[in-house]
């Protein structure tokens, strides 16, 4: 394409080219067969678009604004509970819910208390360790031995 064509050819569409630009750019696309095909083109897809333009003034029908505010008044706020029967909502809560119903048990199986030995109390490091013969003569004997166990218990 030449660049005259170019250069004015959206002007020459939209009516815009006057004078000489104008009998310059149609001597050329009448020589032209290459300008001559792009500009009846051009001028079938312009024709085309010009169909398809909506109209300046454009307003609804009388009355569409007051029945859009009805059905919207009519819909109203969709409650709780409507919500909850939303098939795609209740299985997300289905799967949501065994989610956390597996996750806990895995927590309270793994945190469960392992069954270690419990440490010594003093109950039981007395039962271990033997004491002195008591003498049946003098009790003080076993209090002492008994004194003397708890003082030197240790963990």
């Known amino acids: 394409m030449h660049r005259s064509v170019e250069d004015h050819i959206e002007e020459f569409l939209e009516g815009r080219l006057d004078g000489p630009a104008r009998e310059a750019f149609a001597a050329h696309v009448g020589e032209c067969r290459q300008?001559?095909?792009l500009v009846s083109q051009m001028m079938a897809h312009?024709?085309?678009?010009r169909i398809l333009r909506a109209p300046?003034?454009?307003e609804p029908a009388p009355g569409f604004y007051g029945r859009v505010?009805?059905?919207v008044e009519a819909e109203g706020r969709p409650?709780?509970?409507g919500l909850l029967l939303d098939p795609v909502f209740g299985r997300n809560l289905v799967y949501a819910s065994a989610a956390l119903?597996?996750?806990?048990?895995?927590?309270?199986?793994?945190?469960?208390?392992?069954?270690?030995?419990?440490?010594s109390?003093?109950?039981?490091?007395?039962?271990?360790?033997?004491?002195?013969?008591?003498d049946g003569d003098n009790p003080q004997n076993g209090r002492d031995s008994l004194l003397v166990t708890l003082a030197t218990f240790s963990e």
Do not use: K, N, Y
Not at 121 to 134: F, I, K, S
């Open 35 to 37: 300008c001559h095909d």
């Open 46 to 49: 312009a024709g085309a678009l």
């Open 56 to 58: 300046a003034d454009l």
């Open 69 to 71: 505010m009805r059905r």
């Open 79 to 81: 409650s709780f509970w």
């Open 101 to 119: 119903v597996i996750l806990m048990g895995v927590f309270l199986l793994a945190t469960e208390p392992v069954a270690h030995e419990l440490a």
């Open 121 to 134: 109390t003093p109950v039981q490091v007395l039962a271990d360790r033997p004491t002195a013969p008591v």
